[in-house]
């Protein structure tokens, strides 16, 4: 059974300050995709990582994929209080590609404080 | 353009009842997905309905059943409503080909939040 984790779980940090938050999974997957979920909202797709070394930025966010290490991580630079949310890791074993069941983290609160 | 649509917005159930989630997907979109979102845990894998049909299964019992209709939206049943089902229920939705070729993420609707007393 595949399992994802996420670390830490909680996370309280400042504005300004650099932090990562990392995702290990159980199984080998070469499909790792990232979710952000603010308070009583749906989930929004922030990253899709498909091969190993994959790295992707979109402004203060980075995500990169070590498949031979089954870890992704998200690294939040300068950090600014809009970013405060919920972050999901969400990992697909499958062959059928992003369009299958994924199997979610439990997910790191995220909360920048000015 | 209309994203993931999903009714009604909040829902309030005895135990035992029946209870019908109802979903449209995004537009051009085929494949519809379901998802059960416990208070403080990640989302877990209920099925998925593509070509009317559903193609994968999470952990996830035969109470929980569902269906999709020919214009690609779907509803979500869920019998003999226990304490433990209520959450918050997400539908998502891809293209079958973006999702499968290109690894397209998913597009989620905002939810239904079920509440079992």
């Known amino acids: 059974e595949l399992k994802v984790e996420q670390n830490p779980l909680f996370l309280s940090m400042q504005e300004g300050k650099n932090y990562t938050i990392y995702c290990n999974y159980s199984?080998?997957?070469?499909?790792l995709y990232w979710y952000r979920q603010d308070p009583g909202k749906s989930l929004e797709s922030l990253f899709v990582?498909?091969?190993?070394?994959a790295v992707k930025q979109e402004g203060r966010l980075m995500a990169s994929l070590d498949t031979k290490a089954r870890l992704s991580t998200l690294h939040i630079t300068a950090a600014v209080h809009d970013l405060s949310a919920t972050y999901f890791c969400?990992?697909?074993?499958?062959?059928?590609?992003?369009?299958?069941?994924?199997?979610f983290g439990k997910g790191t609160h995220l909360i920048i404080q000015p | 353009d209309a994203g993931v649509t999903q009714s009604p917005t909040h829902l309030i159930k005895t135990r035992g009842q029946q209870v019908t989630l109802r979903c449209s997907p995004k537009?051009?979109?085929?494949?519809v997905s379901w998802y059960q979102q416990a208070l403080g845990q990640g989302p877990q894998f209920i099925f998925q309905?593509?070509?009317?049909?559903?193609?994968q299964r999470g952990n996830f019992p035969d109470r929980f059943s569902g269906h999709q209709f020919p214009n690609y939206s779907s509803e979500l049943n869920v019998n003999a409503l226990l304490l433990g089902d209520s959450a918050l229920y997400l539908c998502?939705?891809?293209?079958?080909?973006?999702?499968?070729?290109?690894?397209?993420?998913?597009?989620f609707g905002n939810g239904t939040r079920l509440t079992v007393t």
């Open positions: 537009s051009g979109h085929d494949t």
């Open positions: 309905y593509y070509e009317e049909e559903e193609r």
């Open positions: 998502a939705s891809v293209d079958s080909y973006g999702g499968w070729t290109y690894n397209s993420p998913l597009h």
């Open positions: 969400a990992v697909d074993i499958r062959s059928g590609g992003g369009a299958d069941g994924l199997t």
């Open positions: 199984t080998t997957s070469d499909r």
């Open positions: 990582l498909l091969s190993n070394g």
